[in-house]
């Protein structure tokens, strides 16, 4: 047998372990899954394998919606992530949509280094202008590994905005849903989320509502430690 079939093999082993001990925990766990599903959130990550979204957020099967693309970036144009989120929002009814970036981001270090990454270069093209928009910020941070992170964090807030700017979402907030946008980060050193409080709810563009944080978002320096 080759080493690629063990690999096969093992995999196909954890998965009959892992189906065997959930349905041990609940008998009807896989018959009630298959009936439909009804997830709380809709999260959109980096396809980074240490950010699992079921994982890090520790949610079950069935209770979170997922799209993941190198280093969380919402291109308005992005089929893919567009049909995802209106499926999201039109036919799921999820009102909780979570925009997960996190420190540590290769797609948002390739974005600010200077050689050729080739197809990310054009994936990644808003992170760039971000840094570009954002330079004297980044900057004030001590470190390029501080001011990658800080980029990451504009790279999380810029998405929020993005998705809340989507006709997707204008059009549920038309129609009276409570849908939100949050924006979170997600620290590799310690497994933990953070909240980077730029939430986007139902009357956020109204005439006199509040405008959201502004860029120059505090870096959280307690990950630093
Ligand atoms: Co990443």
């Known amino acids: 047998m080759t080493a690629q079939a063990d690999m096969l093999g093992d995999l196909l082993a954890?998965?009959?372990?892992?189906?065997?001990?959930?349905?041990?925990?609940e008998p009807a766990f896989f018959t009630r899954l298959a009936g439909e599903q009804h997830p709380t959130y809709f999260w959109i990550g980096c396809s980074d394998s240490r950010v699992p979204a079921n994982v890090v957020a520790g949610l079950n099967p069935g209770e979170v919606f997922v799209h993941r693309n190198i280093a969380?970036?919402?291109?308005?144009?992005?089929?893919?992530l567009l049909s995802t989120l209106e499926f999201a929002v039109d036919a799921l009814h999820i009102r909780e949509v979570i925009i997960c970036g996190h420190y540590g981001c290769g797609g948002v270090r390739a974005a600010t280094e200077e050689f050729p990454h080739g197809?990310?270069?054009?994936?990644?093209?808003?992170?760039?202008?971000?840094?570009?928009?954002?330079?004297?910020?980044?900057a004030q941070t001590h470190?390029?590994?501080?001011?990658?992170?800080?980029?990451?964090?504009?790279?999380?807030?810029?998405?929020v905005r993005r998705v809340s700017e989507t006709p997707i979402v204008t059009r549920a907030w038309a129609r009276g849903a409570a849908l939100r946008i949050y924006g979170l980060i997600y620290g590799l050193h310690d497994?933990?989320?953070?909240?980077?409080?730029?939430?986007?709810?139902?009357?956020h563009f109204l005439p006199?509502?509040?405008?959201?944080?502004?860029?120059?978002?505090?870096?959280?320096?307690?990950r630093m430690t």
């Open 14 to 25: 954890r998965n009959r372990d892992w189906a065997a001990a959930r349905t041990t925990a």
């Open 72 to 80: 969380n970036v919402v291109h308005s144009a992005d089929m893919n």
């Open 119 to 138: 197809l990310a270069d054009h994936w990644l093209e808003p992170i760039r202008r971000l840094a570009k928009t954002y330079a004297m910020d980044l």
């Open 143 to 159: 470190s390029p590994e501080a001011r990658r992170d800080k980029l990451a964090e504009l790279n999380v807030i810029e998405s």
């Open 191 to 203: 497994g933990r989320l953070r909240d980077l409080d730029c939430t986007i709810g139902p009357g």
């Open 208 to 222: 006199g509502a509040q405008p959201s944080p502004p860029f120059g978002h505090k870096v959280d320096d307690e």
